[in-house]
């Protein structure tokens, strides 16, 4: 079983954002960043902020060649919450590969594009399982940390020193559920849902606010460390400012949490940051800050790689040029690099 919480090396490193499968992205970064994966050879050390794995074309491949650079002591990884769902043996939407399921496929829009995404042997299966099983949620030294998508030191410290991420992960959720449960809060939010029929018609907007449906939400988010570490926090959003996304009409929103003081520098992926302005009616929590700018002191280091499947479904190529990039925050630096422009860019 993993520690938790594990030190980061001495000296500079490449933070190197969410990978999401793309292999090639992956590949042609570490190419500019001076990793050498065939002569297991680094400039630096690279520490991946999480999310190796999804929809990309080739998830096997890069946590193969993550994997080698960290048994090589070139690389280390903090967990992300499509680890953790793998680990949880949760079925999703872009993990098919993992389940030996060929057809998984994206709403996308009105339509539905398949992910081509190579499939994993029964053997490679285990060894990703195995490799994944061993992460840490957080990486950290006095003048830095890394974790996936939120740092909370009282939901850290209530972690044992050491653990199974998925076991911890169900038990604390089966000590939320039973909580609610004594609350009588699964029963109100059943009756709520009752009452509201139009969930998942985005055509029917709410006409009230889900008070029970949103505690249920926060709950099984906030008070699980092992969700709130991996995959943020999350609050209730005012009452008429309900939203849909995802099939379903929201009344929890994501917390931003990294507008408030953290204790060091911090860099974190998961937020599907964009390199460019903000796109009307997509969902972008990070699109008040400056495509290179901290938040105080806090760094979101993915450009939204995981955007390239839908992207390249719509005849993108990286002739004509992507807009979501892999990139790598280089420290003490503070400049990034990405996998398919020259140079670098200085962070603010
Ligand atoms: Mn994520």
Redesign the pocket.
């Known amino acids: 079983m993993p520690r938790l919480v594990q030190p980061l090396p001495d000296g500079p490193l490449d933070l190197v954002g969410?990978v999401h499968g793309e292999i090639e992205a992956l590949l042609a970064l570490l190419h500019r960043l001076g990793v050498d994966p065939e002569r297991r050879r680094a400039a630096r050390p690279v520490v991946f902020v999480?999310?190796l794995v999804d929809r990309g074309p080739d998830s096997v491949a890069v946590v193969e060649l993550v994997a080698s650079l960290v048994d090589a002591g070139l690389a280390h990884v903090v967990l992300?919450?499509?680890e953790l769902n793998l680990l949880l043996d949760d079925k999703k939407e872009g993990n098919g590969w993992y389940w030996g399921d060929a057809d998984d496929q994206a709403q996308h829009g009105i339509g539905r594009i398949p992910f081509r995404s190579r499939v994993a042997t029964t053997t490679e299966r285990d060894h990703v399982r195995a490799f994944l099983a061993e992460l840490p949620l957080a990486l950290e030294r006095p003048d830095l940390r890394v974790v996936?998508?939120c740092w909370n030191a009282e939901a850290a410290a209530a972690l044992p020193h050491a653990g199974d991420h998925a076991a911890l992960a169900r038990s604390i959720a089966a000590e939320i559920a039973e909580d609610l449960t004594a609350r009588e809060v699964p029963h109100r939010a059943a009756a709520e849902r009752a009452a509201f029929a139009g969930l998942k018609d985005r055509d029917v907007p709410p006409d009230r606010y889900l008070a029970a449906v949103a505690e249920e939400d926060v709950a099984h988010q906030v008070r699980n460390p092992i969700k709130l570490l991996t995959?943020g926090a999350e609050v209730p959003v005012a009452d008429g400012k309900a939203f849909f996304v995802g099939g379903k009409w929201r009344f929890v929103t994501r917390d931003r949490w990294w507008r408030r003081p953290v204790d060091r520098p911090t860099v974190v992926?998961?937020y599907w940051r964009r390199r460019g302005p903000p796109i009307e009616g997509k969902l972008d929590v990070w699109d008040d800050v400056p495509p290179f700018a901290w938040s105080g002191g806090v760094f979101c280091v993915d450009y939204s790689v995981g955007r390239r499947y839908a992207e390249r479904a719509n005849g993108r190529t990286h002739a004509t040029g992507f807009d979501g990039g892999l990139a790598a925050l280089r420290w003490p630096e503070r400049v990034l690099v990405f996998d398919d422009r020259d140079g670098h860019a200085p962070t603010t």
Request: charged residues 20%; proline residues 0%; glycine residues 28%.
């Open positions: 969410d999480g999310d992300g919450n499509h996936h998508a995959s992926g998961h």
